[in-house]
């Protein structure tokens, strides 16, 4: 099963991807390849695969890859190697932005996909933003801020809908979502 969290950035995906993981341990999660330069945090092959502008072209033109997107004018991708291994003995919980998930729910026919879309009003966002630990800059702030209503667009591909106001209640009702999706395949 392919759980899909998504929600425009500073949404709180990858910090609930990373709590879903650590708390169910027939979870696990794959990192995106990215053109984007890492951060102070990051840690290659961990958070995202790093590759350079040309590495990622040729993964597309090899077709290594199941969707892609430019995001804050870098690439994004999911590797279908990555995913096809993983899916096979894990629930896989990825962060995939809303074209992303258009994509995936797409071209995957064979799995099981869940889609959850985590909410934030717009004054929340900005304010988590600009107290981020790697400090963006305003630029960069606007352009996230300038994607919101776009994301907001696209509410209806998923399967759930959680206003993300608290990370201990959101990560727990995420659980029992997956919990439950599980089920329903055995």
Do not use: C
Not at 32 to 42: G, I, L, V
Not at 45 to 57: A, D, I, L, P, W
Not at 107 to 124: G, H, Q, S
Not at 163 to 172: A, G, Q, R, Y
């Amino acid at each position: 099963m392919l759980v899909i969290l998504s929600g425009v950035a500073g949404a709180g995906k990858d910090t609930i991807r990373k709590a879903l993981v650590e708390r169910m341990e027939d979870a696990t999660t794959i990192p995106s390849f990215t053109t984007r330069e890492p951060r102070a945090d990051d840690i290659p092959g961990v958070t995202y695969n790093f590759v350079s502008k040309e590495e990622f072209e040729k993964m597309i033109d090899n077709d290594e890859i199941y969707e892609y997107d430019i995001h804050h004018n870098n690439y994004y991708g999911t590797s279908k190697k990555f995913l096809n291994e993983k899916a096979k003995d894990y629930i896989v919980i990825k962060d995939i932005d809303v074209n992303g998930t258009e994509n995936l729910k797409n071209i995957l026919k064979d799995v099981k996909i869940v889609t959850v879309f985590l909410r934030v009003p717009k004054d929340e966002l900005q304010r988590r933003l600009e107290n981020r630990i790697d400090k963006l800059s305003h630029e960069e702030i606007k352009l996230r801020l300038n994607r919101f209503d776009y994301e907001e667009s696209k509410i209806d591909l998923y399967d759930y809908v959680i206003k993300n106001d608290n990370l201990e209640k959101t990560v727990s009702i995420i659980q029992e979502i997956i919990e439950q999706e599980s089920k329903l395949d055995t």
